[in-house]
Nanobody, 123 residues
């Protein structure tokens, strides 16, 4: 099991950038796939981006390709989500999650979740 804490959310205007961080505890953090998901009010939680434990494999939702970049620093037990050209439809609570499987877009493949960080993009 790994404990995850997200940070970096906030209120920004359309076109701005934010960088979210997902800090993990435990010596085994580096062996986990980490995914970012988001949930807007009244909507299902959806996959945003994922990264393998080496960082060599990444995956993105079509809605964020070219705007968001996921990366990780295993020495710091941290995964980042750089979000550029933000849009009002990116407004949601963003969660990071850990999986012992390869990068997956499915919520059920992730075992441990953080508490989330709010991102609000105004038009």
């Amino acid at each position: 099991q790994v404990q995850l804490v997200e940070s970096g959310g906030g209120l920004v205007q359309a076109g701005d950038s934010l960088r979210l961080s997902c800090a993990g505890s435990g010596r085994t953090f580096s062996i986990y796939t980490i995914g970012w998901f988001r949930q807007a009010p009244g909507k299902e939680r959806e996959f945003v981006a994922g990264i393998s434990w080496t960082g060599g494999l990444t995956s993105y939702a079509d809605s964020v390709k070219g705007r968001f970049t996921i990366s990780r620093d295993n020495g710091k037990n941290t995964v980042y989500l750089q979000m550029n050209s933000l849009k009002p439809e990116d407004t949601a609570v963003y969660y990071c999650a850990a999986s012992s499987r390869i990068v997956s877009t499915l919520k059920r493949d992730y075992d441990d979740w953080g508490q989330g960080t709010q991102v609000t993009v105004s038009s």
